[in-house]
DNA sequence: AACTCACATCATGCCACAGTAAGCA
DNA sequence: AGTGCTTACTGTGGCATGATGTGAG
């Protein structure tokens, strides 16, 4: 028996909401979706069916289960013989599809229930398959290398695949690809477009600030704001009581810099603090000397050094007794497993300065575009706050006169 | 260099009310 | 221990407002 429906209870969810962080049914999911023009825009999945609780990452075909990336993992492991399984890409979708239409996005499931009437509520209408509101959710391309993923994702050109997310090199992907399963490689080169520092042999992928596999990671819960990007980057830091947090926030920056996925860096952090890592002094990895060598990289700051850090914060991340879930939707992992960090490839002299300087500039950019989006914690609060009617943003009493209604952005007088 | 001003950005509080937790019988 | 009721608290989003930061003069 699954997990039941978050929002009524009563049926068995099916579907995952990241915004919502809530699994429902596909009647409430349909309901809580048609809302409104925002709510509409949520990126649902298909529920793990093993776990239960994240949402699925990929369909094995033999076992005709919808898994996360973690029971994927944990299923389809290396060393045993059902990692030979043939799986599929599970995709997200926005709007509200009707059966049909969940259908043909998940045509491996061929007993797919019926969610009752394709028009949403309020008159919305459905949305369409093919205006791009549906995406792959682990960011991948689809249908390569002769796999029958079930729906193509168009992409016009490379801006629209920044935009819709696709192929922006999620964790789950390079895990897949690392790993060699049979989840298909990439048809697009993500080398065409993803900047790289000085190694231009890397085939690895940029990490998308907006995949959106980690769109709901909370980013309020842990202050991570990168403030120090300067000083590791050849000013000296003298306070020995700031040198360890600071390197730590450093060390994100750079990872910033270089495009990493900004939810590594707090999945990390958010590890690391559970571990006491963060507030107190205690060494940050899995080994003590890495926090000496955070601190050294401050004193003397050089581009490997930082490498030396961010190599003992991967293992951090990866080594021990803990579930693998916990990683999750950390690309710890996957960095762990791409080796080399691109940033590390020896660069000539001549290169360096003018790498810095880019890197710091787009490492500025990113972080002034950077989005901090709350979680919301209770989704069914999140829906009645969507169309609650307000008065110069302020909530009003059922009945009374209201300036801003979500619904029909209409006054009522 | 110090100061003022204008503008931009950020943080906070407010509102109604369903849901939740705690306390009590 | 379990049940039912009451009470207090929480959290949700858009807007207004004050605080803070920044750059020009």
Known sequence: MGRMCDFCGEQRSMVYCRSDAACLCLSCDRNVHSANALSRRHSRTLLCEKCNSQPAFVRCVEERISLCQNCDWMEHDGSSLVSTHKRLNVNCYSGCPSAAELSTIWSFILDFPSAGDSTCEQGFGSMSISDNSMKNCQGRPENNNGQDAPVVVEVNDVTDMDKLGVWKGSSSMRQLNIKSHNVGQPAVSATATSPKICCARTKVPRIGEDDCFYEDFDMDEVDLNIENYEEFFGVALNDPEQLFEDGIDSLFGMKDMFGVDSNYQSACVAEGSSNGLVHGLQPACSNPASADSIMSSKTEPKFCLTRQAHSSLSFSGLTGESSAGDYQ?????????????????????????????????????????????????????????DVRRRVKGRFIKAGDAYDYDPLSQTRSY
């Open 329 to 385: 939707d950390c690309g710890a992992s996957s960095m762990l497993l791409m080796g080399e960090p691109p940033w590390c490839s020896p660069c000539p002299e001549s290169h360096a300065s003018t790498t810095r300087s880019s890197a710091v500039m787009r490492y500025k950019e990113k972080k002034k575009a950077r989005k901090f989006e709350k979680r919301v914690r209770y989704a069914s609060r999140k829906a009645r706050a």
